[in-house]
């Protein structure tokens, strides 16, 4: 199989940053990091709410940073104009709710159809390469499919939170997912939830082209460092991958 990417989210850092306001620690910092630790990729999630990455940031990430911006956002005009003014790499497409602490659940693509068609054409038309976060569900890959994304991020949250013989069964949905996206001509991407441990049996998934990680990683780094963090999840997935 070959190479899987790794995109590095890293909002978190920002979070790190806003609980005490000022300027440290820099979530550009840590996106300068990245390919020393062996990722492909700059994720960032500007949330309606600031929460945690701000404009600022994703500017200075789409003109200071050396490596693909992959920018998750919701399906609003606002979060549109700033993806075409700054024109990151990529735009992931996610739902979001305001009362919610994380991502909760994939886009509902079939739901909003027409609206999504309209949004993710001119983000193509600029050249940014667009999917959707979805759920594992073959109506909405279909779906995802009409309304013109070229690639989908699979939501493996409900994989990594479930337990036994649940998980199993989660995991038979996102291969099953993945072999739809195959089929679809969907380029496959996973994420949400994943650790060194749970990330294996997705990596393993030959569909599966990118993954992108950022909580745990975060985390992991307050302990070890975050090149350290970065870098082993990469050995991981060459190691799953038989990548030397």
């Not at 390469?129 to 073959?138: A, G, H, I, T, W």
Request: negative net charge.
């Amino acid at each position: 199989m070959r190479r899987i990417r790794l995109g590095v989210n890293i909002d978190h850092v920002a979070t790190l940053r806003n609980a005490r306001g000022g300027s440290h620690p820099d979530p550009i910092r840590a996106a300068w990091l990245i390919r020393e630790a062996g990722g492909d990729q700059v994720t960032a999630h500007l949330r309606e709410d600031r929460r945690h990455i701000t404009d600022s940031d994703v500017e200075r990430i789409a003109r200071e940073v050396d490596l693909p911006f992959n920018l998750e956002m919701a399906a609003t005009a606002e979060m549109q104009a700033i993806a075409l003014r700054i024109r990151p790499h990529a735009c992931c497409i996610v739902p979001e709710r305001r009362e919610e602490r994380t991502t909760e659940s994939g886009l509902d693509v079939v739901g909003q159809e027409a609206h999504l068609r309209a949004f993710v054409k001119p983000l193509l038309d600029a050249g940014i390469r667009v999917s959707l976060f979805v759920d594992p569900e073959p109506a909405q890959l279909e779906a995802a499919r009409r309304v013109g994304a070229p690639c989908v991020e699979l939501h493996t949250g409900t994989y990594c939170n479930a337990t036994g013989e649940a998980r199993e069964r989660e995991l038979r949905r996102l291969a099953e997912g993945a072999r739809l996206c195959a089929a679809l001509g969907l380029e496959c991407h996973a994420g949400h939830g994943l650790d060194y441990d749970n990330v294996r049996p997705v990596a393993a998934l030959p569909e599966v082209v990118e993954l992108n990680i950022g909580h745990f990683l975060i985390g992991e780094a307050i302990f070890v460092g975050f090149v350290p963090a970065v870098r082993r999840m990469r050995e991981i997935l060459d190691e799953v991958r038989g990548v030397s």
